[in-house]
Every structure is written in C-alpha cells, then in structure tokens.
C-alpha cells in the first residue's frame, strides 16, 4: 500500500523579493491539484489549514535578513504540520511560498529521528548568508542556514533539534546552474564537497542522472526529502518562478516529470516541497499553473496504482 498524499499549503513570501509566492497554495488548489492527484491514483488528503497568508512587504529594520521573525514563524508552520504527516504515516506534499520553508521540512524529520537526505531541485544552491549579499531575501539563504555555514543567523540556524540541521553529505544540489550562483556558494560548495548535478546533465538524461545520484548518494539515509524550485524550470516553456532570470535555460515540463517520477517512486520518499511559484507570473488564463499541476500529476501517479497498489 502506496501512502496517502497529505497536501499543506504554507502561504507567505516572507523571505522573497517582493510578493507573489504567497498566492501558490490557492492557486494550485484551485487548478484541481488534489483532484488531478486522485486521478492519477494518488490517496489525497487535504486538510485546508493553511496559516495565515504573509504578504512580502520591506523590512527597514534589518535590511541583510528582510522579514527574519516571520520567516521563522512560518518555518514553525512547516515544522508543526509536517510532524502531523508523518505521525499518520503520509507523504507530505508541501505547497510555498518560498525556499526557507525546506527548514521546517527538515527540522519535523529530524525531530521524529530520522536519517534523511534533502534533494535540492534547484537552478540556485541557497548556500549565501546576510553579510555575504546585500538584497536581505533569506530566500536564497536557506541551505546556507541548513549547513550553518558562518555568517549565518543564529535564529535561522537554532530552528531544528541540532545545529547544523545537515551535514554536507546529506544535501544534493541538482539542477544546479552555476552561473547562477554567487561567489560565494561557488567557494562554499568547493570547500564543503557537495554532490553537484547541473540542470543540463539532467535534461539530457532525466532518469538516468536521477536514478545516478540515488545509487551513489542515498544508500545511507531512512527517507528522502526533495525541494522543487520552480526556477530549475525554463522560464520560457513554464513561466511560473519568482525569479525570471531563467530564459533558454533550465529544465521543461516534461524532462521534470520524468525526473520526478524516479524521486517518486522510491520507497524512501517522505515530503515534496514545491517552493517558488509566483502565479502572477504565469499565462492570464491559468493554463501554466494547471501544466504544473499536471506534470505533478505525471510524476506523483508513481505513488499510486502504477506503482503499487491503489490508495484507499
């Protein structure tokens, strides 16, 4: 028996350049995610108890951790949620808002005493701290906190049961595109070792790189986390990330799908994040949420009869 889905919406772009991401949740949802999950084969449940949308607004008081308090809060959110899941024995599909919110994914695994390793989809690594770039959007300084790479900000960092919440062995930056990356997060993954797939390695072969990194990298962990960051997508074939940047380059729907599906289909899977869907960014009439809906769908039907049996 393939676990239920549980989808939990976290709705704030508290850590962002500006807003956005906090209209994801409604917006998928209203695409028909869980009735196209069903469809796909997928037990579904959603509990719509979402906290409360976080608007991103400018924060004059510390202009190098934009919105740090309720950035925390709603890591706290994840964190409450994702323990709930677990404790019924789903898989949680999480639902940003943006990249901060993987904190609180991890920090409820580790809490139930799991040995876990994070897939990182992602074109950025998150690995910059506040002093290290002057924006202040903790959104791409999530996997800096994770690692507690110094610069980092104590408050960020405490938010788990230990510190650091990872060990570089426990993360793999994939879809990784370096020029992308600051300066800094190109030093720092040199120096901590971290297990690299670039976004063009994968679209050239998405089964194949996947199913790579899991025989080489994952044999030591209890459960899988995998964060999906929009912006690995092609702005230009899926114009949904908060970051716009990503024109030419990236991964499409399809080659996505197909990545997906071999995350999903391993037993290990315990929480899929999808993190920085800026629904004002897509087509007028909808349709770009609802082909990420059905790429999810695509991918997720791995969890249900196609790969076991049905959901009850």
Not at 180 to 203: K, M, P, S, Y
Request: include cysteine; charged fraction near 25%; hydrophobic fraction near 45%.
């Amino acid at each position: 028996m393939k676990k239920p889905i549980e989808i939990i919406g976290i709705p704030t772009s508290a850590a962002s350049y500006a807003p956005g991401q906090e209209k994801a949740p409604a917006a998928l949802r209203a695409a028909g995610l869980a009735e196209v999950l069903r469809s796909a084969g997928c037990d579904v449940v959603d509990r719509n108890d979402d906290p409360p949308v976080w608007r991103w607004r400018p924060d004059p008081t510390d202009l190098r951790a934009q919105n740090l308090a309720p950035t925390i809060e709603y890591v706290g959110y994840t964190r409450e949620r994702i323990a709930r899941v677990l404790a019924e024995g789903n898989l949680a599909l999480v639902l940003g808002g943006n990249c901060t919110i993987e904190l609180g994914v991890v920090a409820a695994h580790l809490d139930a005493g799991q040995r876990i390793g994070l897939v990182y989809l992602d074109a950025h690594a998150d690995m910059n701290v506040p002093e290290a770039v002057p924006d202040g959007a903790l959104d791409w300084m999530g996997v800096a906190h994770m690692l507690d790479i110094e610069g980092a900000r104590r408050e960020l960092a405490d938010i788990g049961p230990r510190r650091p919440l990872l060990q570089p062995g426990d993360l793999a930056l994939f879809g990784f595109e370096p020029e992308r990356a600051t300066q800094f997060e190109r030093r720092q993954i040199q120096e901590l070792g971290l297990d690299v797939v670039t976004w063009n390695a994968i679209a050239r072969d998405p089964e194949g790189e996947t199913a790579k990194l899991l025989d080489r990298w994952s044999a030591k962990f209890d459960q899988l986390l995998v964060h999906f960051d929009v912006d690995v997508l092609d702005f230009f074939d899926a114009p949904l990330s908060e970051d716009t940047t990503g024109r030419g380059t990236g991964l499409t729907l399809d080659q996505t799908a197909r990545t997906l599906a071999v995350l999903a289909a391993d037993p290990r899977l315990s929480a899929l994040t999808i993190a920085e869907v800026n629904p004002t960014h897509g087509v007028e009439d909808g349709s770009t949420i609802r082909a990420l809906v059905a790429m999810l769908g695509e991918a997720l039907g791995t969890v249900g009869p196609g790969a076991g049996q049905a959901g009850k």
